[in-house]
């Protein structure tokens, strides 16, 4: 066949061309120190062959056919230019050796998988390779440096993965799950060097193999997904990124951890601990990834291995139906103590990881919106069809009945096997109240209760209606014994009516309002007397 272009560019040459290159079948050689600039597209067609030892600066597609070839030595480079997206479709096989990202503001999208020899650079911000179903390999001695840019990395937004071969100590991927995403993530080989893989999912899913139920709560919009070419033998520390957008609205960086997927829960890898963050990038490291076959790992706080509740319930003495919300005169009368009450009280036992919860000041009780601020401690437990409590934890209660755990989010419960369970809450002078239904519980998923919607919403409906078509549960049990009875009245309120209040010991203080008297008895532990609580039925 009769070629149609010959060219070579020896060092120190540099050429442009205005518009699109299409070779026919012709060759072009640049050599070492030389460089090619097209202005549009480089086609690489039938026959034709591109030996690049030098420069090749393309602002367009780079597409080289199956017939032909293109091929770069190990003095060569690769660079993306310009302010038009491109393309890059290159026969399986291609070797490339250096590829810079130069582009302004710009992506490059791959129609085929990319094997790099060199180093991959990101010199310009905001530059993205775009793999969707294919994949970008890098050889055992390739670099990948994006630090001194901004919002430039390879996304990976599809099926394909980066793959760094041979990994043996510390490799950093530049990632992201969308263009303006960048979860980066460093992995550093203790054990056995192997070809490890990673992609980045936009979301946390509590089932990450079918990329189902995302996580809501306490965690980072992102999954990591990294892989292994043998299986066995890799020891690696995680340290994984993202940007603040990518946090959930109660997710806590200072009190971070990466979690590994085993196939049916989370576990952390190391304990909690602070994350860092620089440039508008936090990273957390945590070592112990321990490859076996596929594995997932993510990027959260403690609620990431927790099953989450949204509870909503009333406790009738504080309650004040003028307003639909319960009065806070203990936090306003600066008597809610800052640790968590039940633990030293013998009518309560925490079981599992509860007790000892705590906040850091009296200020978090204060809310910025007036129905939020805190009523009291309550007590919640996790029982399973037996009525065995395998959980508890010390919960806080709003003016406008939200449960929430310390830091206003849901109230997080950890170490509990996905299921069915029953919802109790109590109080220290209130009756408690059970769920009449099961509650189902996943780990990083939100389980929603209503006690207040319906007098059916407790168990045996044994709670009071504080306003009509609200419900909460029943004042006066002021010897949390579950029964509001004559010790309640001839052992509690007789001896602290009158008395200055003491949190810890002026339980029949019924409507909460930092005072025992007359009202204390007459409008809830005489009311109320001979109720029980069916919460051990």
């Known amino acids: 066949m009769k070629k149609l272009l010959t060219l070579i560019l020896f060092s120190g040459m540099a050429v442009g061309a205005s518009a699109q290159l299409v070779n026919q079948g012709g060759s072009i050689v640049i050599e070492q120190g030389a460089t090619l600039v097209v202005e ?3 086609t690489n067609n039938g026959t034709g062959t591109i030996n690049n030892s030098g420069t090749i600066e393309v602002k367009g597609n780079l597409t080289s056919v199956a017939t032909a070839t293109f091929t770069s030595s190990s003095a060569s480079k690769l660079k993306f230019t310009g302010d038009s ?3 890059v479709d290159l026969k399986a096989g291609t070797m490339l050796n250096d590829v ?7 992506d490059v999208t791959l129609a085929s998988d ?5 180093d991959l650079t990101f010199t310009e911000d905001d530059n993205q390779i775009i793999l969707g179903a294919n994949s970008i390999a890098l050889s055992p001695t390739s670099a990948a440096d994006n630090s001194l840019v901004t919002n430039s990395f390879i996304v990976t937004n599809g099926a394909g993965v980066v793959t760094k071969e041979g990994l043996s100590t510390a490799f950093e991927f530049p990632v992201g799950a969308a263009t303006d995403s ?7 080989e203790a054990g056995t060097a192997d070809d490890i893989s990673v992609r980045v999912l936009a979301n946390a899913y509590d089932a990450p193999a079918t990329q189902t139920d995302v996580m809501t709560e306490d965690v980072v919009n992102a999954t990591w997904e990294i892989t292994e070419a043998t299986t066995g033998g890799s020891d690696l520390t995680a340290a994984p990124s993202w940007i603040a957008a990518d946090e959930t609205a109660t997710f806590d960086n200072t009190d971070a951890a990466v979690y590994q997927f085993n196939g049916t829960d989370y576990t952390a890898l190391a304990a909690t601990g602070a994350a860092t963050t620089a440039s508008g990038i936090t990273t957390v490291s945590n070592p112990g990834l321990v490859l076996d076959g596929t594995d997932y790992v993510i990027a959260g706080d403690g609620g990431l ?15 004040v139906a003028a307003n639909s919300l319960m009065s806070d005169d203990l936090r306003t009368g600066s008597h809610l103590p800052t640790a968590e009450p039940y633990g030293a009280m013998s009518t309560f036992t925490h079981v599992g990881d509860g007790g000892a919860e705590a906040v850091s000041s009296s200020s978090d009780f204060d809310f910025a ?3 939020d601020d805190v009523v009291d401690w309550v007590f919640v437990e996790i029982r399973d069809n037996s009525n065995t409590t395998i959980s508890t934890r010390s919960a806080l209660l709003q003016r406008d009945g939200d449960v929430v755990d310390l830091d206003g989010g849901n109230v997080k419960f950890s170490a509990i096997p996905n299921g069915d369970y029953d919802i109790v809450v109590r109080h220290r002078h209130h009756l408690g109240i059970k769920s009449a239904n099961n509650v189902t519980l996943s780990k990083g998923a ?7 919607t319906a007098a059916g919403q407790a168990q045996g409906a044994d709670v009071s209606e504080v306003e009509s078509g609200v419900f909460g549960a029943y004042s006066g049990d002021a010897n949390s014994d579950g029964q509001v009875n004559a010790s309640d009245i001839e052992v509690i309120w007789k001896p602290q009516n009158g008395q200055p209040f003491i949190y810890t010991t002026s339980t029949a203080d019924s409507n909460m309002d930092g005072t025992t008297n007359a009202s204390d008895f007459e409008l809830h532990i005489k009311v109320n007397n001979s109720k029980t609580s069916q919460i051990d039925n």
Request: aromatic share 8%; net charge negative; no cysteine.
């Open 100 to 106: 810079e990202m130069a582009k302004t503001a710009e």
């Open 114 to 118: 990319l094997d790099i020899n060199g």
């Open 40 to 42: 549009s597209d480089i």
């Open 305 to 319: 291995s927790a099953a989450l509740l949204a509870i909503k319930m009333f406790l009738q003495g504080p309650y």
């Open 446 to 452: 939100v389980a929603t209760y209503d006690f207040t």
């Open 369 to 371: 919106t007036d129905g």
């Open 182 to 188: 960048q979860n980066d993530i460093t992995l550093t």
């Open 85 to 87: 997206p491109s393309a």
